[in-house]
């Protein structure tokens, strides 16, 4: 089946700095692809998706390019902020047997703190 | 427009013990997932409900079952509960067939003793 493989946290960066959080996938074809946040006390908040190989998510700031080549999705930001502390999930759809797709597989999740 | 809605928000169970969780879908949403999210991990997908009907399920046993109303509401439940049950279980809401825009609900945590 699919699976997602994320950098584990947690990640500390200084604010402005540059992000990045690596993410690979193994997939039968060519899904979608997904960035998910999830900040304190909340549930998860789709932040970007691709739904093809070279295409650029981007939302708020982040960004993440489908590489087939690669089977990566890595989620970058150029300058981070303070209020961008949270837990960030990569994911992608499960394969239905008979073909289809339904529910998501996530990764283990990537915890980022931005120190003022 | 109201989002994806959960209740309750926290739970508190004993071993052995059954629970009810409920989920209301994003207005204009027919289809519900369900997914348990341990401490410090990613969800896993339980099971999705589409027409009432469960379409697909995740590596979950028989101890947990679901249903969908035709409100497209939905309940999960969980039987004979387990310390490993302790999680915050979150729904998740889309239209149709697929997961391109799956929303999410708050969630329930759940705590086992």
């Known amino acids: 089946g699919n699976s997602v493989t994320q950098m584990e946290g947690p990640v500390t960066l200084s604010e402005e700095a540059f992000l990045t959080i690596n993410c690979t996938y193994t997939?039968?074809?060519?899904?979608?692809l997904f960035w998910y946040v999830q900040y304190p006390g909340e549930g998860l908040q789709l932040l970007l998706k691709?739904?093809?190989?070279?295409d650029k998510g981007s939302n708020k700031g982040f960004e993440a390019t489908y590489r087939k080549e690669t089977t990566s999705f890595h989620l970058e930001k150029g300058s981070v902020q303070v209020s961008d502390s949270a837990v960030y999930f990569c994911a992608l759809p499960n394969l239905y047997s008979g073909g289809g797709a339904d529910g998501l597989t996530f990764g283990k999740g990537t915890h980022l703190i931005i120190q003022p | 427009d109201a989002g994806v809605t959960q209740s309750p928000t926290h739970l508190i169970k004993t071993r052995g013990q059954q629970v009810t969780l409920r989920c209301s879908p994003k207005?204009?949403?027919?289809?519900v997932s369900w997914y348990q999210q341990a401490l410090g991990q990613g969800p896993q997908f339980i099971f999705q409900y589409y027409e009432e009907e469960e379409r697909q399920r995740g590596n979950f046993p028989d101890r947990f079952s679901g249903h969908q109303f035709p409100n497209y509401s939905s309940e999960l439940n969980v039987n004979a509960l387990l310390l490993g049950d302790s999680a915050l279980y979150l729904c998740a809401s889309n239209s149709g067939w697929g997961v391109e825009t799956q929303y999410f609900g708050p969630g329930t945590r759940l705590l086992v003793l």
């Open positions: 691709a739904t093809k190989a070279d």
């Open positions: 997939a039968t074809g060519y899904p979608s």
């Open positions: 207005s204009g949403h027919d289809t």
